[in-house]
């Protein structure tokens, strides 16, 4: 087992990403508020430039070259308020944990005007070599990653 250096890993946990998106028309729904299957792509947003911030700004796209994808292994959205067509809406993203096997991130998703807060998500990944369908060894792949 490899042991991740304890001053990445707390480094790590204490770094907080923000992004904005423009809820688009193809976005929303016919009541007129975002559908909520678009949330999983707000998420997912966060998670590339998370990753890209912590790294550098092309880390992902380096990462799906080298035959290292992400796949996710739980999801869990509660969704508290909505958002219309033309919002600014930020994607906040930290991890909340890391395991040998997998990495928790968070996601808190909010309208840029009234700071309220339309859905929380924790999204719980793994890391794996495409080519192989294998499990890379998540502390291991940070400790290189960052």
Not at 55 to 64: C, I, S
Not at 85 to 106: P, W
């Amino acid at each position: 087992m490899i042991k991740m250096e304890v001053g990445l890993l707390k480094e790590l946990l204490n770094v907080e990403d923000s992004l904005e998106i423009v809820v688009r028309f193809n976005d929303i729904n016919t009541m007129g508020t975002v559908h909520f299957k678009e949330f999983l792509d707000y998420f997912e947003d966060g998670f590339v430039s998370f990753m890209n911030n912590i790294q550098d700004p092309l880390a992902v796209k380096n990462a799906l070259k080298s035959g290292i994808v992400f796949p996710v292994k739980k999801l869990d959205i509660e969704y508290e308020s909505s958002a219309e067509f033309g919002d600014h809406i930020i994607v906040k993203t930290r991890i909340k944990s890391i395991e040998d096997d997998s990495i928790s991130f968070l996601h808190d998703i909010y309208r840029e005007s009234d700071n309220v807060l339309l859905a929380k998500v924790v999204c719980v990944r793994l890391v794996m070599e495409v080519d192989s369908k294998k499990l890379v060894n998540v502390k291991q792949f940070f400790s290189e990653f960052v």
